[in-house]
């Protein structure tokens, strides 16, 4: 793992995006899952920093929507079909 990113030591505290958008803590126990979170950038030491990153992926949706006829998730679904096919 980087040694330059913060981890939270054994039985510390983490934050992380929930699944429905909010900010949710965790205690780092080495798990599977903290270590998904920690790989995917959904670790963080504070929960600012889980909000900022919250706001702007949900900023990011949010202009995607206004200039986009199409949902994101048929795009998503384009562009995974179209890089099978090739």
């Given at each position: 793992?980087?040694?330059?990113?913060?981890?939270?030591?054994?039985?510390?505290?983490?934050?992380?995006?929930?699944?429905?958008?909010?900010?949710?803590?965790?205690?780092?126990?080495?798990?599977?899952?903290?270590?998904?979170?920690y790989k995917?950038?959904?670790?963080?030491k504070?929960?600012?920093?889980?909000?900022m990153?919250?706001?702007?992926?949900l900023?990011?949706?949010?202009?995607?929507?206004?200039?986009?006829?199409?949902?994101?998730?048929?795009?998503?679904?384009?562009?995974?079909?179209?890089?099978?096919?090739?």
């Amino acid at each position: 793992m980087d040694k330059n990113r913060w981890r939270a030591k054994r039985y510390d505290e983490y934050f992380y995006i929930d699944d429905r958008g909010g900010v949710s803590s965790a205690t780092e126990i080495l798990s599977h899952t903290s270590d998904h979170r920690y790989k995917i950038g959904n670790y963080f030491k504070c929960t600012a920093d889980a909000e900022m990153v919250r706001d702007s992926f949900l900023y990011m949706l949010e202009i995607h929507a206004v200039n986009n006829s199409e949902p994101l998730i048929s795009e998503l679904t384009k562009c995974r079909s179209t890089k099978t096919l090739q």
